[in-house]
């Protein structure tokens, strides 16, 4: 079993900048490829980005490339996810999983309780 707690959200002006955090536990947590998604109301979870624990490799969705920058930590087990120059349409539910590094949500096997991001205008 993987626990997930993210944390980090919160209400921020267009243009400035968040950090969020996902603390995993469990005893085979190293296994899993991390990502992070975002979900709006009556629309589907949409991946944002991912990283391989193992590797270090990254991916990342076109919308947020080279504004966003997912990292880990393993020493804390901590997965964190930059975000700079944010937009209002990116005001959403931020979720971390853990699962197999892909774009797909239905790739991922466990997942956080979420952290609301809300962008003004």
């Known amino acids: 079993q993987v626990q997930l707690v993210e944390s980090g959200g919160g209400l921020v002006q267009a243009g400035g900048s968040l950090r969020l955090a996902c603390t995993v536990s469990?005893?085979?947590?190293?296994?899993?490829?991390m990502g992070w998604f975002r979900q709006t109301p009556g629309k589907e979870r949409e991946f944002v980005a991912a990283?391989?624990?193992?590797?270090?490799?990254?991916g990342y969705a076109d919308s947020v490339k080279g504004r966003f920058t997912i990292s880990g930590d393993n020493a804390k087990s901590t997965v964190y996810l930059q975000m700079n120059n944010l937009k209002p349409e990116e005001t959403a539910v931020y979720y971390c999983?853990?699962?197999?590094?892909?774009?797909?949500?239905?790739?991922?096997?466990?997942w956080g309780q979420g952290t609301q991001v809300t962008v003004s205008s």
């Open positions: 999983a853990a699962g197999d590094g892909s774009s797909r949500s239905s790739r991922y096997d466990y």
């Open positions: 469990g005893r085979t947590f190293s296994k899993y490829a």
């Open positions: 990283i391989n624990w193992r590797s270090g490799g990254t």
